[in-house]
């Protein structure tokens, strides 16, 4: 089992910039692959971006790519979400995952098995 913690979330501008981490203990990440997914409010939780167990492989939603970036730092057991040009739209409360089970990258919520507490990232018009 692991567990997860988000920080790095915060208050900023359009345009703006932020670096989410999401540490993890108990196992080490290569046995995982993750995600990062975001709810708004009123809104589902939805899928932002996926690495695989090595970091060899990602994905992302069609609203993050260009603009965000996901990787694995195995030294640190961390997990980064890079977000640049960030928009009012991508407020949210941010979650970091782990799925254990799948071969593949996976963007469905329910293939995840262990979930952070989330952070929030408000971006100001």
């Known amino acids: 089992q692991v567990q997860l913690v988000e920080s790095g979330g915060g208050l900023v501008q359009t345009g703006g910039s932020l670096r989410l981490s999401c540490a993890a203990s108990?196992?080490?990440?290569?046995?995982?692959?993750m995600g990062w997914f975001r709810q708004a409010p009123g809104k589902e939780r939805e899928f932002v971006a996926a690495?695989?167990?090595?970091?060899?492989?990602?994905n992302y939603a069609d609203s993050a790519k260009g603009r965000f970036t996901i990787s694995k730092d195995f030294g640190k057991n961390t997990v980064g979400l890079q977000m640049n040009s960030l928009k009012p739209e991508d407020t949210a409360v941010y979650y970091c995952?782990?799925?254990?089970?799948?071969?593949?990258?996976?963007?469905?919520?329910?293939?995840?098995?262990?979930w952070g507490q989330g952070t929030q990232v408000t971006v100001s018009s």
């Open positions: 995952a782990a799925d254990f089970r799948s071969s593949t990258l996976q963007s469905r919520s329910v293939r995840y098995d262990y």
């Open positions: 108990g196992r080490t990440l290569d046995n995982y692959q």
């Open positions: 690495i695989s167990r090595w970091g060899g492989g990602t």
